[in-house]
Protein backbone atom coordinates (compact mmCIF):
# COMPACT_ATOMS: atom_id res chain seq x y z
CA UNK A 1 0.00 0.00 0.00
CA UNK A 2 2.89 2.40 0.53
CA UNK A 3 4.46 1.49 -3.01
CA UNK A 4 0.96 2.23 -4.00
CA UNK A 5 0.81 5.66 -2.29
CA UNK A 6 4.34 6.49 -3.36
CA UNK A 7 3.56 5.96 -7.03
CA UNK A 8 0.61 8.16 -6.88
CA UNK A 9 2.43 11.38 -5.32
CA UNK A 10 5.18 10.69 -7.76
CA UNK A 11 2.70 10.76 -10.86
CA UNK A 12 0.82 13.47 -9.96
CA UNK A 13 4.01 15.56 -9.04
CA UNK A 14 5.19 14.79 -12.44
CA UNK A 15 1.91 15.72 -13.84
CA UNK A 16 1.54 19.08 -12.32
CA UNK A 17 4.61 20.12 -12.33
CA UNK A 18 4.91 20.10 -16.25
CA UNK A 19 1.46 21.94 -15.57
CA UNK A 20 2.19 24.71 -13.32
CA UNK A 21 5.66 25.11 -14.25
CA UNK A 22 5.98 24.87 -18.27
CA UNK A 23 8.61 27.79 -18.78
CA UNK A 24 11.25 25.10 -16.58
CA UNK A 25 10.63 22.63 -19.24
CA UNK A 26 9.28 19.75 -16.74
CA UNK A 27 6.90 19.04 -19.60
CA UNK A 28 6.58 14.76 -18.42
CA UNK A 29 6.55 12.25 -21.43
CA UNK A 30 3.58 10.25 -22.52
CA UNK A 31 6.01 7.39 -22.01
CA UNK A 32 7.10 8.35 -18.38
CA UNK A 33 3.25 8.40 -17.54
CA UNK A 34 2.31 5.41 -19.65
CA UNK A 35 5.12 3.71 -17.68
CA UNK A 36 3.94 5.10 -13.76
CA UNK A 37 0.54 4.19 -14.70
CA UNK A 38 1.22 0.71 -15.84
CA UNK A 39 3.32 -0.11 -12.49
CA UNK A 40 0.92 1.41 -10.32
CA UNK A 41 -2.27 -0.54 -12.42
CA UNK A 42 0.05 -3.87 -11.35
CA UNK A 43 0.20 -2.77 -8.04
CA UNK A 44 -3.33 -2.82 -7.49
CA UNK A 45 -4.27 -6.06 -9.18
CA UNK A 46 -1.97 -7.92 -7.18
CA UNK A 47 -3.54 -6.14 -3.90
CA UNK A 48 -7.02 -6.91 -4.89
CA UNK A 49 -5.90 -10.52 -5.98
CA UNK A 50 -4.48 -11.05 -2.50
CA UNK A 51 -7.83 -10.80 -1.38
CA UNK A 52 -9.08 -14.49 -1.04
CA UNK A 53 -5.93 -15.33 0.43
CA UNK A 54 -6.31 -12.70 3.12
CA UNK A 55 -10.47 -14.18 3.43
CA UNK A 56 -8.69 -17.38 3.99
CA UNK A 57 -6.31 -16.32 6.57
CA UNK A 58 -8.34 -13.95 8.61
CA UNK A 59 -12.16 -16.25 8.40
CA UNK A 60 -10.43 -19.77 7.68
CA UNK A 61 -10.95 -22.25 4.73
CA UNK A 62 -14.26 -23.92 4.14
CA UNK A 63 -13.91 -28.02 3.82
CA UNK A 64 -16.62 -30.36 4.34
CA UNK A 65 -16.11 -34.30 4.76
CA UNK A 66 -18.20 -35.94 1.75
CA UNK A 67 -19.17 -39.48 1.23
CA UNK A 68 -21.49 -42.42 0.78
CA UNK A 69 -23.34 -43.39 3.78
CA UNK A 70 -20.93 -45.40 6.78
CA UNK A 71 -17.74 -44.71 5.07
CA UNK A 72 -15.91 -43.41 8.26
CA UNK A 73 -16.81 -39.16 7.61
CA UNK A 74 -18.09 -39.01 10.83
CA UNK A 75 -14.69 -41.15 12.40
CA UNK A 76 -12.44 -38.95 10.44
CA UNK A 77 -14.35 -35.52 11.40
CA UNK A 78 -13.52 -36.71 15.29
CA UNK A 79 -10.00 -38.02 13.94
CA UNK A 80 -9.28 -34.95 12.73
CA UNK A 81 -10.76 -32.60 16.22
CA UNK A 82 -9.17 -35.01 18.18
CA UNK A 83 -12.47 -35.09 20.13
CA UNK A 84 -15.41 -37.03 20.52
CA UNK A 85 -17.77 -34.34 18.35
CA UNK A 86 -19.80 -36.64 16.21
CA UNK A 87 -22.26 -39.64 17.16
CA UNK A 88 -20.18 -42.42 15.37
CA UNK A 89 -22.09 -45.92 14.84
CA UNK A 90 -21.89 -48.91 12.19
CA UNK A 91 -25.78 -47.94 10.81
CA UNK A 92 -26.01 -45.94 7.76
CA UNK A 93 -27.43 -42.58 7.85
CA UNK A 94 -26.21 -41.93 11.61
CA UNK A 95 -25.20 -38.28 10.75
CA UNK A 96 -29.00 -36.84 9.72
CA UNK A 97 -27.78 -32.94 9.72
CA UNK A 98 -24.60 -31.77 9.26
CA UNK A 99 -22.06 -30.48 12.02
CA UNK A 100 -19.48 -28.00 11.96
CA UNK A 101 -16.46 -27.47 14.22
CA UNK A 102 -13.41 -25.58 13.56
CA UNK A 103 -9.34 -26.55 13.76
CA UNK A 104 -5.96 -25.20 13.18
CA UNK A 105 -3.40 -26.72 11.42
CA UNK A 106 -0.03 -25.21 11.99
CA UNK A 107 -1.47 -21.26 11.60
CA UNK A 108 -4.20 -22.14 9.57
CA UNK A 109 -7.81 -21.97 10.26
CA UNK A 110 -10.16 -24.29 8.52
CA UNK A 111 -13.54 -24.81 9.14
CA UNK A 112 -14.50 -28.21 9.20
CA UNK A 113 -18.11 -29.74 8.08
CA UNK A 114 -19.05 -33.40 8.71
CA UNK A 115 -22.44 -33.77 6.46
CA UNK A 116 -24.75 -36.62 5.86
CA UNK A 117 -23.88 -39.88 3.25
CA UNK A 118 -24.73 -38.94 0.20
CA UNK A 119 -26.94 -42.25 -0.45
CA UNK A 120 -30.94 -42.61 -0.81
CA UNK A 121 -32.05 -41.17 2.45
CA UNK A 122 -33.93 -43.81 5.16
CA UNK A 123 -35.56 -40.88 6.49
CA UNK A 124 -37.54 -37.64 5.18
CA UNK A 125 -34.86 -35.64 7.70
CA UNK A 126 -31.90 -37.69 6.96
CA UNK A 127 -33.16 -36.63 3.31
CA UNK A 128 -33.27 -32.71 3.97
CA UNK A 129 -29.36 -33.01 5.95
CA UNK A 130 -28.28 -34.57 2.63
CA UNK A 131 -29.64 -31.61 0.47
CA UNK A 132 -27.99 -28.94 3.00
CA UNK A 133 -25.00 -30.85 2.73
CA UNK A 134 -24.63 -30.43 -0.67
CA UNK A 135 -25.26 -26.96 -0.51
CA UNK A 136 -22.46 -26.71 2.03
CA UNK A 137 -20.00 -28.62 -0.71
CA UNK A 138 -20.83 -26.84 -3.15
CA UNK A 139 -20.31 -23.59 -1.73
CA UNK A 140 -16.85 -24.71 0.47
CA UNK A 141 -13.54 -24.03 -0.63
CA UNK A 142 -12.79 -27.62 -0.75
CA UNK A 143 -13.99 -31.50 -0.03
CA UNK A 144 -12.44 -34.10 1.64
CA UNK A 145 -13.82 -36.87 -0.11
CA UNK A 146 -14.02 -40.12 1.69
CA UNK A 147 -14.74 -43.60 -0.35
CA UNK A 148 -14.48 -46.87 2.14
CA UNK A 149 -11.82 -49.08 0.53
CA UNK A 150 -12.84 -52.04 2.75
CA UNK A 151 -15.87 -52.28 0.08
CA UNK A 152 -15.68 -52.65 -4.01
CA UNK A 153 -16.17 -49.89 -5.44
CA UNK A 154 -19.84 -49.07 -6.76
CA UNK A 155 -21.26 -46.76 -9.50
CA UNK A 156 -22.40 -44.28 -6.58
CA UNK A 157 -18.46 -43.70 -5.84
CA UNK A 158 -17.96 -43.48 -9.61
CA UNK A 159 -20.33 -40.88 -9.45
CA UNK A 160 -19.34 -39.18 -6.68
CA UNK A 161 -15.98 -38.87 -8.20
CA UNK A 162 -17.78 -37.02 -11.23
CA UNK A 163 -19.59 -34.66 -9.47
CA UNK A 164 -16.52 -33.33 -7.23
CA UNK A 165 -14.26 -33.34 -10.49
CA UNK A 166 -14.21 -29.59 -10.32
CA UNK A 167 -13.81 -28.95 -6.58
CA UNK A 168 -10.62 -28.75 -5.22
CA UNK A 169 -10.55 -31.92 -3.07
CA UNK A 170 -8.67 -34.58 -1.72
CA UNK A 171 -9.92 -38.09 -2.16
CA UNK A 172 -9.11 -40.06 1.09
CA UNK A 173 -9.31 -44.06 0.32
CA UNK A 174 -10.51 -45.05 4.51
CA UNK A 175 -10.25 -48.06 6.51
CA UNK A 176 -6.78 -49.29 5.16
CA UNK A 177 -6.82 -50.62 8.15
CA UNK A 178 -9.22 -53.62 7.14
CA UNK A 179 -8.79 -56.33 4.23
CA UNK A 180 -8.86 -53.67 1.31
CA UNK A 181 -11.43 -54.15 -1.60
CA UNK A 182 -11.90 -51.62 -3.53
CA UNK A 183 -9.62 -51.48 -6.75
CA UNK A 184 -7.53 -48.31 -5.70
CA UNK A 185 -5.79 -48.10 -8.85
CA UNK A 186 -8.62 -48.11 -10.74
CA UNK A 187 -9.74 -45.04 -8.51
CA UNK A 188 -6.88 -42.89 -9.08
CA UNK A 189 -7.16 -43.54 -12.82
CA UNK A 190 -10.20 -41.85 -12.67
CA UNK A 191 -9.08 -39.14 -10.33
CA UNK A 192 -6.06 -37.90 -11.99
CA UNK A 193 -4.09 -34.75 -11.03
CA UNK A 194 -6.43 -34.94 -7.39
CA UNK A 195 -4.31 -35.84 -4.61
CA UNK A 196 -5.08 -39.05 -2.91
CA UNK A 197 -4.02 -40.62 0.30
CA UNK A 198 -4.83 -43.25 2.20
CA UNK A 199 -6.06 -43.69 5.78
CA UNK A 200 -7.74 -45.39 8.21
CA UNK A 201 -9.66 -42.97 10.39
CA UNK A 202 -10.02 -45.22 12.84
CA UNK A 203 -6.62 -45.83 13.55
CA UNK A 204 -5.29 -42.85 13.13
CA UNK A 205 -2.97 -44.16 9.98
CA UNK A 206 -1.45 -41.15 7.74
CA UNK A 207 -3.80 -38.52 9.90
CA UNK A 208 -0.71 -36.64 9.86
CA UNK A 209 0.24 -36.53 6.51
CA UNK A 210 -3.54 -35.51 5.90
CA UNK A 211 -3.30 -32.36 7.53
CA UNK A 212 0.04 -31.68 5.41
CA UNK A 213 -2.14 -31.90 2.37
CA UNK A 214 -4.82 -30.33 3.77
CA UNK A 215 -2.62 -27.11 4.38
CA UNK A 216 -0.52 -27.74 0.92
CA UNK A 217 -3.71 -28.26 -1.34
CA UNK A 218 -6.13 -24.96 0.69
CA UNK A 219 -4.23 -22.75 1.84
CA UNK A 220 -2.47 -20.74 -1.06
CA UNK A 221 1.31 -19.73 -0.92
CA UNK A 222 2.21 -16.29 0.27
CA UNK A 223 5.76 -15.06 0.05
CA UNK A 224 6.86 -13.13 3.39
CA UNK A 225 7.12 -9.76 1.55
CA UNK A 226 4.00 -9.84 -0.02
CA UNK A 227 1.25 -8.10 0.97
CA UNK A 228 -2.13 -9.06 1.57
CA UNK A 229 -5.63 -7.23 1.96
CA UNK A 230 -8.05 -9.02 4.29
CA UNK A 231 -10.92 -7.13 4.26
CA UNK A 232 -13.49 -6.62 1.30
CA UNK A 233 -13.99 -2.93 2.56
CA UNK A 234 -10.41 -2.46 0.90
CA UNK A 235 -10.63 -4.40 -1.66
CA UNK A 236 -13.60 -2.30 -2.78
CA UNK A 237 -11.46 0.75 -2.46
CA UNK A 238 -8.52 -0.54 -4.10
CA UNK A 239 -10.66 -1.62 -7.74
CA UNK A 240 -12.31 2.05 -7.23
CA UNK A 241 -8.83 3.36 -7.86
CA UNK A 242 -8.20 0.82 -10.21
CA UNK A 243 -11.58 2.61 -12.20
CA UNK A 244 -9.62 5.81 -11.94
CA UNK A 245 -6.22 5.09 -13.42
CA UNK A 246 -7.65 2.89 -15.88
CA UNK A 247 -9.76 5.60 -17.10
CA UNK A 248 -6.69 8.32 -16.85
CA UNK A 249 -4.78 5.74 -18.73
CA UNK A 250 -7.41 5.18 -21.89
CA UNK A 251 -7.11 9.46 -21.77
CA UNK A 252 -3.43 9.30 -22.04
CA UNK A 253 -3.54 6.74 -24.74
CA UNK A 254 -6.06 8.85 -27.17
CA UNK A 255 -3.63 11.49 -27.12
CA UNK A 256 -5.70 14.02 -24.09
CA UNK A 257 -3.72 16.68 -22.04
CA UNK A 258 -2.46 16.27 -18.85
CA UNK A 259 -5.01 18.65 -17.80
CA UNK A 260 -7.67 16.11 -19.04
CA UNK A 261 -6.46 12.72 -17.26
CA UNK A 262 -4.81 14.35 -14.21
CA UNK A 263 -8.61 14.64 -12.91
CA UNK A 264 -8.97 10.93 -12.91
CA UNK A 265 -5.50 10.39 -10.95
CA UNK A 266 -6.40 13.06 -8.71
CA UNK A 267 -9.71 11.29 -8.17
CA UNK A 268 -7.73 8.46 -5.95
CA UNK A 269 -5.90 10.71 -3.29
CA UNK A 270 -9.28 11.19 -1.44
CA UNK A 271 -9.30 6.73 -1.97
CA UNK A 272 -6.15 6.86 -0.89
CA UNK A 273 -6.36 8.62 2.16
CA UNK A 274 -9.60 5.82 3.39
CA UNK A 275 -6.63 3.39 3.14
CA UNK A 276 -3.13 4.82 4.39
CA UNK A 277 -3.59 8.14 5.51
CA UNK A 278 -4.63 11.40 3.39
CA UNK A 279 -2.51 12.54 0.87
CA UNK A 280 -1.84 16.07 1.69
CA UNK A 281 -1.86 19.13 -1.53
CA UNK A 282 1.84 20.17 0.71
CA UNK A 283 3.22 16.57 -0.06
CA UNK A 284 2.81 16.95 -3.89
CA UNK A 285 4.25 20.54 -4.15
CA UNK A 286 7.39 19.25 -1.93
CA UNK A 287 7.68 16.73 -4.13
CA UNK A 288 7.89 19.01 -7.02
CA UNK A 289 10.07 21.27 -5.69
CA UNK A 290 12.58 18.27 -3.94
CA UNK A 291 12.62 16.82 -7.31
CA UNK A 292 12.72 19.30 -9.83
CA UNK A 293 14.59 22.57 -7.63
CA UNK A 294 11.68 24.15 -9.03
CA UNK A 295 12.07 28.24 -8.05
CA UNK A 296 15.72 27.54 -6.81
Avoid: W
Amino acid sequence: MASLRSQIIHLLSNIEASIEFPEEGLRISPKTTDQILTRSREILKKLISSYDLGKMLSEGVSLVIAGRTNVGKSTLFNALLEKNRAIVTPYPGTTRDYLQEQIKINDSVFTLTDMAGIDVPLHPVEKEGIKRGKELASSSDGILLVLDASRKESDEDLKLLRKYKAKRSLLLFNKIDLPVKMNIQKIKKRAIGRPTLDISALKGTHLDELKKMIVKNFIPTKEDSEEVILHLRQKLLFEEILSCLIQAHRLLKDGHSEEIYVEEIQKTIPLIGQLTGEIQKDEIIEEIFNRFCVGK
